[in-house]
């Protein structure tokens, strides 16, 4: 999200990081309750529109979300929702954007209270990379046409005694709503959001070969000069990778892969 809509979602942010901390380990039923709530603004057009439509006076809209979520909701989630109608948002959908990333805030806060922060990050990429060579389960935890309770199960074969409950939790949401996306994209989000938490990048690094610890080291500390704070590399060996290196930063892909340049060389020749 850009503009009025990421303004939006910082300020509500900002708002809502105070009520995590004192939630505790509770903010995860905070977030289990934002994921409802995303999951009732994207399967109603109507109410989605509704609520985001710039031109309905936000006092308004706030009162439609306490009607809509009188029963069970907890007072803090009311009240969060209610202050994001009142912001502007560019588009319909980045209202949803919005209350999926506070979401996973919460959920991943319920994980921070108790000090297993880095443990679900670091689960949430051991899963990503234990399903580079299972493509078919991958296609199945996309699989939107299939039942929501076969792919929950899927995931529960996978992390089964394996995992914290926050990991769970959020591989299990990572396939019951796919939101247009596919299931690994998804946990690659929820590992850079849990990074941002510990104000962190993540840097998924592909060799061709394992790196030292030396060579990490260096490389860490490349990045880090580059970006200006702390990045933690998230390091795959795929020996079709000839040589070099592939680094990807958020929206930033570093290329210096034999096959990369091999590859440029063939389409400048055939240009």
Do not use: C
Not at 214 to 241: F, K, S, W
Not at 257 to 264: G, H, K, M, N
């Amino acid at each position: 999200m850009r503009g009025t809509s990421g303004a939006s979602l910082a300020a509500a942010q900002e708002r809502f990081e105070p009520v995590l901390r004192s939630a505790g380990t509770e903010a995860a039923t905070l977030g289990e309750q934002l994921f409802a709530v995303v999951s009732a603004l994207d399967g109603s057009a109507p109410l989605r529109r509704s609520l985001a439509d710039p031109s309905r006076d936000g006092e308004d809209k706030a009162r439609l979300v306490t009607a809509v979520l009188a029963d069970g909701f907890d007072e803090r989630v009311v009240d969060l929702v209610s202050g994001l109608v009142r912001s502007r948002w560019s588009s319909d959908a980045d209202l949803g954007d919005a209350v999926e990333r506070l979401a996973v805030d919460a959920m991943l806060a319920a994980a921070e209270s108790r000090g297993a922060l880095e443990t679900v990050e670091d689960e949430l990429f051991v899963l990503t990379r234990a399903l580079v060579g299972q493509r078919a389960a991958r296609q199945a935890l996309s699989d939107e046409t299939s039942a929501r309770e076969q792919r929950v199960g899927l995931v529960e074969a996978l992390l089964a005694g394996k995992a914290d409950e926050i990991t769970v939790a959020l591989a299990r949401r990572a396939t019951t709503s796919l939101r247009g996306r596919r299931f690994v994209p998804t946990l690659v989000w929820y590992g850079d959001v849990a990074a941002e938490r510990r104000n962190r990048l993540v840097a998924s690094v592909t060799s061709g070969s394992v790196l030292s610890a030396a060579q990490e080291e260096r490389l860490g500390e490349i990045l880090e000069r580059a970006y200006g704070r702390a990045v933690q590399l998230n390091v795959t060996v795929d020996p079709a990778v000839v040589g070099g290196l592939r680094i990807q930063v958020g929206a930033d892909v570093v290329d210096s892969t034999v096959l990369s340049r091999l590859a440029d060389a063939r389409r400048r020749l055939a240009g």
